[in-house]
Antibody, heavy 116, light 107 residues
């Protein structure tokens, strides 16, 4: 069974940093591209970042480019999102998702709240 | 960036009714279009990928179609478990973009 479990969220002050993790199981992690998607409270879905299976290709939304870094450790079956210079508008539920047939499996999400 | 214009924003329909939601892409995205259903407090669930392919475990009353750069999700006979918010996603080129969502309710 494919499972994606996010962790590392919480309450953080504006301007500070936070690192999210997504532990994958039930499939060969190193064979799949991975993505982060976020959803602000009561709002729609926003794609954040994408990384290919070997980390060769990385893409970011303009809203996070230069502040967020996506990475992965295939030996640990883990996807990461390093978030710096956090802003109130980054407050959201952050999902990791596998890119198989489109984004076919999603985690349950981890909440990030940016507030003083 | 590719824009995805989704309509309607909300929809109220009766049981067994046919429901159609559409997404218009701002440029050619081929068949790189997926549909998702999200229920309150839950992660989005993949319904359709490749514009027309049914994801595993999804009931056959859901179907996807394409006409040029317009994509449609059809629910052939609305069931009690179908209300939720539906999103389209273009995965053709980054930045990948979601439609704004369609809130589907039972009348």
């Amino acid at each position: 069974e494919v499972q994606l479990v996010e962790s590392g969220g919480g309450l953080v002050q504006p301007g500070r940093s936070l690192k999210l993790s997504c532990l994958a199981s039930g499939f060969t992690f190193s064979n799949y591209g991975m993505n982060w998607i976020r959803q602000a409270p009561g709002k729609g879905l926003e794609w954040v970042a994408s990384i290919s299976s070997s980390s060769s290709y990385i893409y970011y939304a303009d809203t996070v480019k230069g502040r967020f870094t996506i990475s992965r450790d295939n030996a640990k079956n883990t996807l990461y999102l390093q978030m710096t210079s956090l802003r109130s508008e980054d407050t959201a539920l952050y999902y990791c998702a596998r890119r198989g047939h489109s984004l076919d499996y999603w985690g349950q999400g981890v909440m990030v709240t940016v507030s003083s | 960036d590719i824009q995805m214009t989704q309509s309607p924003a909300s929809l109220s329909a009766s049981l067994e009714e046919i429901v159609t939601i559409t997404c218009q892409a701002s440029q050619d995205i081929g068949n790189w279009l997926a549909w998702y259903q999200q229920k309150p407090g839950k992660s989005p669930q993949l319904l359709i990928y490749g514009a027309t392919s049914l994801a595993d475990g999804v009931p056959s009353r859901f179907s996807g179609s394409r006409s040029g750069t317009q994509y449609s999700l059809k629910i052939s006979r609305l069931q009690v478990e179908d209300p939720g918010i539906y999103y389209c996603l273009q995965g053709y080129s980054a930045p990948y973009t979601f439609g704004a969502g369609t809130k589907l309710e039972l009348k």
